[in-house]
């Protein structure tokens, strides 16, 4: 029995699996009867497509994109896209056919190929034998990346295309055979970030996408395809690729290159994984992280920077906001049942006691408000031209460093600390207490660290020594 189901859309390695098995499962075979039982699988008219396969004899499969193509010993194709969940099953015919079959052939020899498709996307359509790639529906798909000896089509196609890199590459039409998966693997290998613009991706980039496209897809046909979730292309025999895949489907990983955490985002509508360190966002400007204890003097430097003509965002302000809106404190009520609201805002110091007293609820609580804030920062900063000045009190922990070019840790004595609470109203005590545990490593881990236990004009003259020498 031949079963190949992939649940991510397959892509050129497993088509290329799947023909392969085919042609050693169903080459010779004739069809003596077909069923189509789900009719808006066939395109073109289903009783033409009946009277012409009737009969025919399969001699080869192709594949074209990700297409596969059926050739007989009559003078036309079949050509079968099986979109996210098509899968072919070669059956005796004591074997009952299954309650997602869409069509199914059955054979002289006692055996039947059915077509099985549980979200019934698939599609069949036939196609003359001596025109095909220039007939519906092959004629729409563009060279796959081993047709193209260089990069000169691409260069020229993605010159003008006003999406993404990402949906430039698994734009079939252009460039078939690439989808969600190995594009991911493509962009990471090269070092792009999936949202750059294409036309913004220069020719040498754009060349390396094509090397890496070939020299991955050719691991993976080697490896059988990829097997994500149960992909099972034979029975016996597994695609194997996952285990080499950089990046798809590792979100919360760690970055086999740098070590960062794998982010996932959503480009035209598709999860994309990446690394925001390795693949950085050509139109994101420059950004500077700001970190330090309470009331080291981070937010006098952000504004400062700010005065200067820099954008300042403040991870506390997007808390704020995240605060006063009610699906955010519906979601935090989960952790903090007793959450007290006043005036349609979370009580942020009553907040802050509970949090003290349950270091369980803390962990979790701060986890949910760092990916609320971090959709609101990604969401900001493509919309900022000028150098951007983001302060953040947990800066290394919430590893909001990911998206910085670089660091800045303002750290100052307890004496200092304690001025500034007081100027601040802040609850000395409590900070001071809560700036006892802040962790060293965060020194190491900073690209500039600055004193500030003095004046502010020395405070402001550090900063100048590094920004504006």
Request: hydrophobic share 35%; aromatic share 10%; with cysteine.
């Amino acid at each position: 029995m031949v079963w190949c189901k992939i649940v991510e859309m397959p892509e050129l390695p497993e088509v290329e699996t799947i023909v392969g098995i085919l042609k050693e499962m169903v080459v010779g075979k004739t069809i003596k009867s077909i069923h189509v039982i789900h009719p808006k699988t066939i395109i073109g008219d289903m009783h033409d497509f009946g009277h012409k396969l009737l009969g025919a004899k399969i001699t080869d499969f192709s594949r074209v994109g990700k297409y596969i193509v059926f050739h007989f010993d009559k003078p036309i194709v079949m050509a079968s896209h099986l979109r996210m969940e098509g899968k072919y099953f070669l059956r005796n015919t004591n074997e009952k056919p299954s309650y997602h079959d869409m069509v199914t052939f059955d054979f002289n020899d006692g055996t039947y190929l059915a077509y099985n498709d549980t979200r019934r996307f698939g599609t069949l359509e036939l196609a003359s034998a001596e025109n095909y790639l220039n007939e519906s529906p092959l004629n729409q798909v563009g060279p796959d990346p081993f047709m193209l000896e260089n990069a000169d089509f691409l260069i020229k196609s993605y010159a003008d295309y006003s999406g993404s890199i990402k949906a430039a590459l698994t734009d079939q039409k252009i460039l078939s055979g690439l989808g969600n998966i190995y594009v991911d693997e493509v962009l990471f290998e090269i070092g792009v970030h999936p949202e750059t613009p294409a036309k913004l991706v220069s020719s040498s980039k754009i060349s390396e996408a094509l090397q890496a496209s070939k020299k991955i897809l050719s691991k993976a046909i080697e490896a059988g395809g990829s097997t994500i979730h149960s992909y099972h292309p034979k029975e016996g025999m597994s695609g194997m690729f996952q285990v080499n895949l950089q990046v798809y489907g590792k979100e919360g990983e760690k970055c086999p290159r740098c070590g960062t955490r794998i982010r996932k985002i959503f480009v035209n509508g598709r999860g994309t994984s990446y690394c925001p360190r390795c693949q950085r966002n050509a139109k994101i400007p420059y950004i500077l992280g700001v970190t330090g204890p309470i009331g080291s003097g981070k937010s006098t430097v952000s504004k400062y920077l700010e005065s200067k003509g820099w954008t300042y965002l403040s991870a506390d302000e997007f808390v704020h906001e995240i605060y006063k809106e009610k699906s955010s404190q519906e979601l935090i009520k989960n952790i903090v049942k007793n959450l007290v609201i006043k005036n349609g805002e979370i009580d942020r110091e009553f907040l802050r006691h509970e949090l003290i007293k349950n270091p369980s609820k803390k962990m979790k609580l701060e986890k949910l408000v760092w990916n609320l804030v971090e959709e609101r920062f990604l969401s900001r900063i493509k919309r900022i031209k000028n150098k951007i000045v983001f302060e953040v009190p947990l800066l290394f922990e919430s590893e909001f460093d990911d998206y910085c070019d670089e660091t800045l840790l303002v750290l100052a004595n307890r004496d200092k600390q304690i001025s500034n609470l007081m100027t601040r109203n802040n609850n000395v005590s409590e900070s001071i207490k809560i700036n006892s545990s802040y962790s060293k490593e965060n020194i190491k881990k900073a690209t500039y660290v600055i004193e500030n236990n003095s004046d502010i004009a020395n405070l402001y003259k550090q900063v100048d020594s590094i920004f504006y020498k």
